[in-house]
């Protein structure tokens, strides 16, 4: 039988950050399967610390596959996993941020719905929240929505790495290499910008909310600390950009 969905947890040094988390995704997946949708559960280990290793040792996590792996990044971690999936789907979670309990199962309606249509689209929550070393609320918008340019890709990245994706997608556009201590990082940004080259277009869900823990010490953090930016792209040339939404369709 078709697996709709497969939920990958990534973590390397969380311990106990990790409980809400592991809440808010346990009830996300109760209400996705309430749906009707199918869902594997993976907790991937990313070069885990002897803590996290500890944590995800307990009985409470054993109804989910628990996978070591070694990539030391959180673009190639994902990139690593999806093959290994069995979901049409994929939904990625941080190991310290959270889901909203009907992200999955709206999600999942919605990429299915654009499926049954011949549609290519990767789903986003309507808000990111962040919250803990910050305070900040992003409010999402479709590509398609009136409000939306792809000029706005030229200032900031619309569209978060924490979407749900047609496991094609992730195999078709695999995250680019960061390379932070060299000034090029924003894997999530060219995901983006390079996914709506090759036709996808990313829609929002309405009513549904990721939770984002902003921490002192972070990948992002330190990526925003050096000033780090997206990677030169022959899709964001200012001859090219405005026809971005309608390349590869």
Known sequence: MTTDLTVVVTVHSETLVCGPTMESAEQAVAAA??????VERIIALDNPTEGTSAYFDQHVFDDWERRVMHEGDPGRIRNAIVPQTAGRFVAFLDGDDLFSENWLAAGVTLLKAAEAEGSRVIAHPEL???FDGGTQLNHNISQDSPLFTPHFLYVRNCYDTLCLTPREAHLEVPYGRRDIANGISREDWQFGVETMARGWRHLIVPDTIIFKRRRDFSMMVES????????SL???AIDRIRDLTRQGR
């Open 33 to 38: 399967r309430a749906a009707g949708h199918t």
């Open 128 to 130: 990111n929240v962040i």
């Open 224 to 231: 925003s600390g050096r000033g780090a930016l997206l990677r």
């Open 234 to 236: 022959p899709e964001m």
